[in-house]
């Protein structure tokens, strides 16, 4: 399928499916100028004295006002991770090609006046940064962009690629994180390497976290005798798949694993989006937002 083409089918797949979804425009993430009210506070010099609350500072004895959510242009970034494990599908398309239809969406949905999006791409050395432009560009650049490295060591893991993004982004805005979170080395339980950089990155930044996963990563098929190869280091192991047993501590194994990185990203304060490369991405991706549209989405904390 030609660029062009695969960027056509998504923009009416955004338009039919999913734009109707999103209603009204997006918030600020800090407190500034702005006309709805955020937060209670008293009053000092300098507040604006149109704002002041006063039924609140009747009851209190004292001036209170209101400070009010700023509204601002949104600036996104989405973060695509293109290491070797990526290049892995058992359907009719690789994690990959979800990560990449899921950051071109993310682009076309957050198109709007003075809107912003730029693209950081995970390759196995470095981090290649797409200049911020508006969403309908950023995406046909995602869906333009050349195919990561199929194999290699990774030196460039997830946590160091997060550390990257905050020094490249350091206005407040919305982070859209695509990965497996499979972890170089292989680790199943936390905590993970990426978890206090995501942490911090959410501490300032409305953060959504989608993990893309392959059927095949969850449970193993009866099909005998097959060779595994890590695309990473190399290695290769032969494993009998015919035996019930190692078929069931793997699916158990692959449940904990998930279980681990949901637990991760929940207590970053991210949300989280799981994409499997045999879902109906429209559909999953629609319910998503209904979902974070009955949810008020956290604000970032304020500093001071």
Do not use: C
């Not at 309908?136 to 195919?147: D, V, W």
């Amino acid at each position: 399928m030609t660029d062009d083409l695969a960027f056509r089918r998504l923009e009416l797949t955004v338009r039919r499916r999913i734009d109707g979804v999103v209603h009204g425009d997006h918030q600020g993430l800090s407190l500034g100028t702005g006309s709805d009210p955020e937060e209670l506070v008293r009053y000092q010099p300098g507040h604006d004295v149109r704002r002041i609350d006063w039924n609140a500072s009747a009851r209190a004895g004292e001036p209170f006002v209101w400070l009010t959510r700023a509204e601002h242009a949104l600036e996104t970034w989405a973060l695509v991770d293109r290491s070797p494990s990526m290049a892995f599908g058992t359907t009719d398309r690789e994690k990959a090609d979800v990560a990449a239809w899921a950051a071109a969406a993310v682009g076309l949905l957050t198109q709007g006046g003075g809107d912003r999006v730029g693209i950081g791409l995970i390759g196995t050395d470095t981090v290649r940064w797409l200049p911020p432009g508006p969403g309908r560009i950023a995406a046909r650049r995602m869906l333009r962009a050349a195919e990561g490295e199929r194999d290699g060591e990774t030196a460039m893991d997830l946590g160091a690629a997060l550390g990257r993004l905050g020094a490249q982004a350091p206005r407040r805005g919305l982070r859209v994180i695509v990965s497996d979170l499979l972890d170089p080395i292989g680790a199943t339980t936390g905590p993970f390497a990426w978890e206090q950089p995501l942490r911090k990155l959410a501490a300032r930044n409305d953060v959504i976290v989608i993990e893309v996963v392959d059927p095949r990563e969850l449970e193993l098929p009866n099909v005998g005798q097959i060779v595994f190869v890590d695309p990473e280091s190399g290695a290769q192991r032969e494993v009998d798949t015919s035996d019930r047993r190692l078929r069931a501590a793997y699916a158990t194994g692959a449940a904990s694993h998930r279980a681990a990185t949901a637990a991760a990203v929940a207590g970053s304060g991210a949300a989280h989006l799981v994409l499997r490369t045999d879902d109906d991405l429209a559909r999953v991706l629609t319910r998503f937002i209904h979902r974070r549209h009955r949810t008020p989405t956290r604000p970032a904390r304020r500093t001071r």
